[in-house]
């Protein structure tokens, strides 16, 4: 008579709350020209449960200023979670923000800062100028810089 069932319950994560959804700014510590720099957002409840992407009614986009163009193309990983990557070949100082295209609201923390640096040294993109130095005690000659 006192036989005990086991249930099995999915609760899933309620509507996406923009002020709890979370970014990882790791893809942007190293990022250097050639190489492109990555956000990863993940989508959370008002509970800050984990929300899958393809559950969401809002859509996501990231945008960055600085020094050059920058050219964001937004990824949707398996795992649920939304990937932008960030691709420019100037280095500087950049302002990157992630925000709800819906309601136009940037995410907590942005926009922020990084920083895109060179990346490796080649001789093939290197330049010389030389100019021609004339002077009554060195005579004619050229100086590399």
């Not at 050219?71 to 932008?84: A, C, K, S, T």
């Not at 922020?112 to 100019?131: D, W």
Request: hydrophobic residues 35%.
């Amino acid at each position: 008579a006192g036989q005990s069932r086991i249930f099995e319950v999915n609760v899933e994560a309620s509507d996406v709350v923009i002020g709890k959804c979370t970014i990882d700014k790791k893809g942007l510590e190293k990022w250097s020209a050639g190489d492109p720099g990555k956000v990863v957002l993940t989508l959370r409840d008002r509970f800050g449960n984990f929300a899958h992407s393809s559950k969401s009614l809002l859509e996501f986009e990231a945008r960055a200023s600085g020094p050059g163009g920058v050219v964001v193309d937004r990824n949707m990983l398996d795992d649920g979670r939304i990937e932008f990557v960030l691709n420019t070949t100037v280095t500087g100082i950049y302002k990157v923000a992630v925000s709800c295209s819906d309601t136009k609201e940037d995410l907590k923390g942005c926009p922020f800062e990084s920083r895109m640096g060179t990346g490796n040294l080649s001789q093939a993109g290197c330049t010389a100028t030389l100019q021609s130095i004339t002077s009554s005690t060195k005579g004619p000659g050229a100086k590399a810089t």
